[in-house]
C-alpha cells in the first residue's frame, strides 16, 4: 500500500513518543492518526534542509536506526 502522492514517502510510528514522523526528512507530527499526520507532514516539503532542525535530526535518525532493527525482528517473524 503505497501512497506516492505524498510529500513524505517513508511515514513511520515512534511507539516511545506515540508519533508519527518521515524516515527521509525527520519531520514529525504529535497526531495519533496515520491520515491526520500525512496532512500535517504534507504542509511541509520533504527535505533533509527543511522543516526540522538539524538536532531533531540527528535524533530521529537515532530513532530510525531503533525503527529499523524492530522492522527486520518483525520481518523475521512474518
Ligand atoms: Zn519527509
Not at 527521509?24 to 516539503?45: F, P, Q
Not at 527535505?47 to 526540522?52: D, I, K, N, P, V
Not at 530521529?60 to 536506526?65: A, I, N, S, T, V
Request: contains cysteine; aromatic residues 6%.
Amino acid at each position: 500500500m503505497h501512497n506516492s502522492g505524498y510529500k513524505h514517502s517513508d511515514i513511520r510510528k515512534n511507539p516511545e513518543l506515540q508519533e508519527w514522523f518521515c524516515a527521509k526528512c525527520g519531520a514529525a507530527s504529535d497526531h495519533t492518526l496515520k491520515e491526520d499526520a500525512i496532512v500535517e507532514l504534507s504542509a511541509l516539503e520533504c527535505s533533509l534542509h527543511g522543516a526540522t532542525s538539524k538536532r531533531l535530526i540527528e535524533k530521529e535518525r537515532d530513532l530510525r536506526e531503533y525503527h529499523l532493527s524492530k522492522l527486520r525482528d518483525s520481518t523475521k517473524k512474518r
